[in-house]
């Protein structure tokens, strides 16, 4: 089993930064894809950034790209995600999920293990 833990969420007016941050343990982290996705109020869960085992590959939804990077070090056992030139609608909770393959997917149903969530506010 692995558990994963999201920080780094608060609250940030628009065109700011926030780093957050996802702690894996309880399972061999380099072997898992990555991927954070992001919950608005009242709206499905959707995809943000994803990358592969070795960092090698990564993918961003077309919303965030340009602003928002995804990054891993396996030897912290943790993946970050970098957001720049914050919105208003970026606010929402965040969440990191790990795959039991090394490749990437915007599909949130092929991952297997997910975190609690991390809050993101953003004011205007």
């Known amino acids: 089993q692995v558990q994963l833990v999201e920080s780094g969420g608060g609250l940030v007016q628009a065109g700011g930064s926030l780093r957050l941050s996802c702690a894996a343990s309880g399972g061999t982290f380099s072997s898992y894809a990555m991927g954070w996705f992001r919950q608005a109020p009242g709206k499905e869960r959707e995809f943000v950034a994803a990358?592969?085992?070795?960092?090698?590959?990564?993918y961003n939804a077309y919303s965030v790209k340009g602003r928002f990077t995804i990054s891993r070090d396996n030897a912290k056992n943790t993946v970050y995600l970098q957001m720049n030139i914050l919105k208003p609608e970026d606010t929402a909770v965040y969440y990191c999920?790990?795959?039991?393959?090394?490749?990437?997917?915007?599909?949130?149903?092929?991952?297997?293990?997910w975190g609690r969530g991390t809050q993101v506010t953003i004011s205007s």
């Open positions: 990358i592969s085992k070795n960092g090698g590959t990564t």
């Open positions: 999920a790990a795959r039991g393959f090394p490749s990437i997917t915007m599909t949130e149903s092929r991952y297997d293990y």
